[in-house]
C-alpha cells in the first residue's frame, strides 16, 4: 500500500480565486432572493431575473409564484442568522419551497462568482484571467508538486496518490486542473479529459453543474451565463446535510478516503461540526500525518479543531504522544494560521503531493 493524500477543501481555497466565503455567498443569496412586491405587484427591478424565470417555470400551471416569493423572502432575512447557507437549509429541510429559492440562489451566485473570478477562461482559451494569480495561489502550489517528477508520457498518473473531498458547489477544482495540464504539458483536450477521468474527487454537498468537457448534454461551461431552465435543472444538483446522508455510495467514498489516506490535508475548510460529522469514519484511519490551514481563527477555536481532528481519526487526540488504540503516534501535525497557497508552499517537502513514485 502506498502512501496517499487526501485534501479535505472548503470556501478559503476557493476564496484565493475570488469565490465568496460562507458570509459572502449569504450576502449574495440575499441579494438575488430580495424580490419586492408593493401593492401587490412585484417589482420589476427587485431580485434577480434568471431566478424569476426559474419560479414562473417551477410553480403550478394556472398558479401563481407568490409561495415562492413568501419563501425567498424566509431566505433572504433568516439566512444571514446562520453559520452558512448550509445550517440554514438543514435547519429547514423539511420545507420544500424554501429548498428551492436557496438552491436556485445558490447556483446563481456561484456561476456568477465563477465569471468574476481569476480562475476563468472562454472555452476557446486555456490561460485563466489572471494567470499571475493563479500560479501563486494554492492551485498553481499544487499542479507545480503533482506534476514534480512526472513526464509528459506518463501524465497518467499523475493523480494516482491524491484524493480530494471538495465541500464547495463550484468547479474551480477541475476546472484548473482540466486548463493546467493542457497548459503545462502542451496536450489536447481529449487527452486532459482521459487524464482528469482519473482523478478521485468528491462533493458531498453536490456541484452546481458538470463542465461542458465532463458532460456534452447537461455541461455548463465555468462561469458560463445561464437561464432560469438551466437554473431549475441545476440547483436539483444541490445537497443538505440530511440528504447527502441518504447517498450511501458517495457517503462511502468519502469516508473510504479518510480511512485509507495517510496524509490528511485541510485547505480553507471551517471544521464545521455538520462537516466533521459528515467524514466520520467508522473504522481505524490509517493517517500518520494531519497538516490543516486555520487562518483567521482564534487560539480557543484551533484548540477546538484538534479535538474534532482527534476524535475524527479515532486518535483521542492530536497533541497526544501515543493514540487511544494500538499505541501508535502521529508523525507530523501542523495546523498553522496560514492561507491555502502559504501552507502547501511552506510544507512542500513533508507533503505527500507528488506524482513521483
Not at 424566509?74 to 420544500?96: L, W
Request: glycine residues 8%; contains cysteine.
Amino acid at each position: 500500500m502506498y502512501d496517499s493524500t487526501v485534501f479535505v477543501i472548503g470556501a478559503g481555497a476557493s476564496n484565493e480565486a475570488g469565490l465568496p466565503l460562507a458570509s459572502g455567498l449569504v450576502e449574495k443569496i440575499s441579494q438575488k432572493l430580495a424580490f419586492r412586491v408593493e401593492r401587490g405587484h412585484l417589482q420589476s427591478d427587485s431580485g434577480d431575473r434568471e431566478i424569476l424565470d426559474a419560479f414562473n417555470i417551477i410553480r403550478p400551471p394556472h398558479g401563481d409564484i407568490n409561495y415562492l416569493l413568501k419563501a425567498a423572502a424566509q431566505v433572504r432575512e433568516g439566512a444571514p442568522y446562520a453559520n452558512s447557507i448550509d445550517t440554514f437549509m438543514d435547519n429547514h429541510v423539511e420545507n420544500g419551497e424554501i429548498q428551492t429559492c436557496a438552491k436556485l440562489a445558490i447556483v446563481k451566485s456561484i456561476v456568477e462568482a465563477e465569471t468574476a473570478s481569476t480562475l476563468y477562461s472562454d472555452r476557446n482559451n486555456r490561460q485563466f484571467r489572471d494567470e499571475r494569480a493563479i500560479r501563486s495561489s494554492w492551485y498553481g502550489v499544487l499542479f507545480a508538486h503533482l506534476s514534480d517528477g512526472v513526464r509528459r508520457e506518463e501524465i497518467g498518473r499523475i493523480f494516482e496518490r491524491v484524493r480530494f473531498i471538495v465541500f464547495n458547489y463550484d468547479r474551480c477544482l477541475e476546472h484548473f486542473l482540466f486548463n493546467a495540464l493542457q497548459i503545462h504539458y502542451g496536450i489536447d483536450r481529449r487527452t486532459a479529459v482521459d487524464v482528469m477521468a482519473t482523478l478521485d474527487v468528491v462533493h458531498p454537498y453536490g456541484v452546481i453543474a458538470p463542465l461542458r468537457w465532463q458532460d456534452d448534454r447537461e455541461g455548463i461551461d465555468f462561469g458560463e451565463s445561464v437561464s432560469g431552465i438551466d437554473l431549475q435543472a441545476m440547483s436539483r444538483r444541490i445537497k443538505t446535510f440530511t440528504e447527502q446522508f441518504d447517498t450511501g455510495s458517495e457517503l462511502s467514498r468519502i469516508r473510504n478516503a479518510i480511512v485509507t489516506g495517510t496524509t490528511l490535508v485541510f485547505l480553507g475548510f471551517s471544521y464545521h461540526r455538520m462537516n466533521m460529522q459528515l467524514l466520520q469514519p467508522e473504522d481505524r484511519c490509517a493517517t500518520r500525518r494531519v497538516f490543516g490551514s486555520t487562518h483567521g481563527l482564534s487560539e480557543d477555536k484551533v484548540r477546538n479543531v484538534r479535538e474534532s481532528i482527534g476524535r475524527l481519526l479515532g486518535r483521542g487526540s492530536l497533541d497526544a504522544e501515543t493514540d487511544d488504540i494500538g499505541g501508535q503516534s502521529f508523525d507530523e501535525t501542523h495546523l498553522v494560521p496560514l492561507k491555502c497557497s502559504e501552507l502547501l508552499y511552506d510544507y512542500a517537502m513533508s507533503l505527500f503531493i507528488a506524482g513521483r513514485r
